[in-house]
């Protein structure tokens, strides 16, 4: 069946680094895809959200792509900082407005 | 901003007890969701419901059933817990966009960590 899959499950970037997170997803059908970042101990929070009939879309410090020809998602997080610690979750729409999440990768910035 | 409440952020039962989550959002969204979120799995979608008294099975219904008697509430029900459905369940409301659509965003409460003995 569909899936929504993560390359990482974790990643370790450097205060002030850019990091890049990547998901890869099966359902070519699926027409929206969102971005969650989940802190420690709290529900997941929307970040950035992108249609199929973009390639790229850009909000505060995060940037999403979209390659519809190899299936594949990447979230870009800018000047990453120690808030930006977290387990980020790509979801793609799938039927009754309902989200098809993927596994996580967690993400763990350092000084 | 959309407030998602769940009514507790821990839980501990005994297997075979029938268990209520209970969730409630405050900005008159038309959908809501419950997920079950476990190490590896990432989030599974349990049932959702467009309107009042309406539901829908998700991934994986067996062993839940859910309420919707009010707008604003959403009940998850364990007619009878067992040790596999210990887990983080996440309760999420969506709303409708600007045309009245339904919108993908959407809104998560804090969680409620079941455990079942």
């Known amino acids: 069946g569909e899936s929504v899959g993560l390359h990482l499950p974790t990643l370790s970037v450097q205060e002030g680094d850019n990091s890049i997170i990547n998901c890869a997803y099966s359902?070519?059908?699926?027409?929206?895809f969102i971005w969650y970042k989940q802190e420690s101990g709290k529900g997941p929070q929307f970040i950035i959200d992108?249609?199929?009939?973009?390639d790229k879309r850009q909000g505060q410090r995060v940037t999403v792509l979209l390659n519809k020809t190899v299936k594949h998602l990447s979230l870009q997080i800018a000047a990453t900082q120690p808030g930006d610690s977290a387990v980020y979750f790509c979801a793609e729409s799938k039927y009754g407005y309902a989200l098809n999440f993927g596994k996580g990768t967690s993400l763990l910035v350092t000084p | 901003d959309v407030k998602v409440t769940q009514s507790s952020r821990y839980l501990v039962k005994r297997t075979g007890e029938k268990v209520f989550l209970e969730c409630v959002q405050d900005?008159?969204?038309?959908?809501m969701f419950w997920y079950r979120q476990d190490p590896g799995l990432g989030l599974r979608l349990i049932y959702f419901s467009y309107d009042v008294k309406m539901k829908e099975k998700g991934d994986i219904p067996e062993g839940y059933s859910v309420s919707r008697e009010k707008k604003e509430r959403f009940s998850l029900i364990l007619e009878s817990a067992s040790t596999n459905q210990t887990s983080m369940y996440l309760c999420?409301?969506?709303?409708?966009?600007?045309?009245?659509?339904?919108?993908?965003?959407?809104?998560f409460g804090p969680g409620t960590r079941l455990t079942v003995t």
């Open positions: 999420a409301s969506s709303n409708r966009d600007r045309n009245y659509r339904p919108s993908y965003e959407q809104y």
């Open positions: 992108i249609r199929s009939n973009m």
């Open positions: 900005m008159d969204h038309e959908n």
């Open positions: 359902n070519s059908a699926s027409d929206y």
